[in-house]
């Protein structure tokens, strides 16, 4: 079965405080892709990041960095230095083809995070 | 430039009607799907089509249909609306199965009443 858990349903942090939303996922394919979007209140979904499976590396965009953990299936995206800008419900998904060869998108039940001023 | 269009934005309708949400692409992608979000579930696949004349349920079909009769459109009928329908409905489409970019439209509030 495949699967992305986010076990933060919310967070709340003062402005300028780190946060990491914790991701982590289960699939039994080897190649699979783990993506990041953001859903700020306007209600659209932005995407932040993709990543294959294959490519471990830590990921660093400004004020954003994603760490990719296959030992521990974890995909955590942080976010440095927060700003009230930042304050949206923030989902984890995975794609894999699985035994069925349908390769769609599966989504965390998404993480709420409130950035105070 | 390319899109992804949902139509209505916004839609009141009572419990029984027969609704119809739009999604229109003009990404020429051939995978396109629908997804409803309810707080507490994330985004949940209801429906997903890899081509013209293909059309595959999803975790929460039951009370949905879908058709595919071009590439660009994937409309998705509720046969007769309920309250537990009432939901944001999001569609998005794919290039590729595995890894392609996923490009979603900006969602169909809808309120069953």
């Known amino acids: 079965a495949q699967k992305v858990t986010q076990a933060q349903t919310e967070i709340s942090v003062v402005e300028k405080e780190d946060v990491t939303l914790d991701c982590v996922y289960e699939?039994?394919?080897?190649?699979?892709?783990l993506f990041w979007y953001k859903q700020p209140p306007s209600g659209e979904l932005v995407f932040l990041i993709r990543?294959?499976?294959?490519?471990?590396q830590n990921e660093i965009s400004g004020r954003y960095s994603w760490n990719f953990q296959k030992s521990t299936s974890s995909f955590n995206f942080t976010i440095t230095a927060s700003q009230v800008v930042d304050s949206a419900v923030y989902f984890c998904a995975l794609n894999a083809l699985g035994s069925s060869n349908t390769g769609k998108l599966i989504f965390g039940q998404g993480t709420t995070l409130q950035v105070k001023p | 430039d390319a899109e992804i269009t949902q139509s209505p934005r916004h839609k009141i309708t009572e419990t029984g009607r027969q609704v119809t949400l739009a999604c229109h692409q003009t990404?020429?992608?051939?995978?396109m799907f629908w997804y409803r979000q309810d707080l507490g579930h994330g985004l949940r696949l209801i429906h997903y089509?890899?081509?013209?004349?293909?059309?595959n349920k999803g975790e929460v079909s039951d009370g949905y249909s879908v058709s595919r009769s071009n590439t660009e459109d994937l409309p998705l009928t509720l046969e007769s609306a309920a309250s537990s329908q009432t939901s944001v409905y999001f569609c998005?489409?794919?290039?590729?199965?595995?890894?392609?970019?996923?490009?979603f439209g900006s969602g169909t509030r809808l309120t069953v009443v």
């Open positions: 990543r294959n499976s294959f490519d471990e």
């Open positions: 998005a489409s794919s290039e590729n199965r595995l890894g392609g970019g996923y490009t």
């Open positions: 089509s890899y081509g013209v004349q293909d059309t």
């Open positions: 990404w020429n992608h051939n995978n």
């Open positions: 699939t039994r394919d080897t190649t699979y892709y």
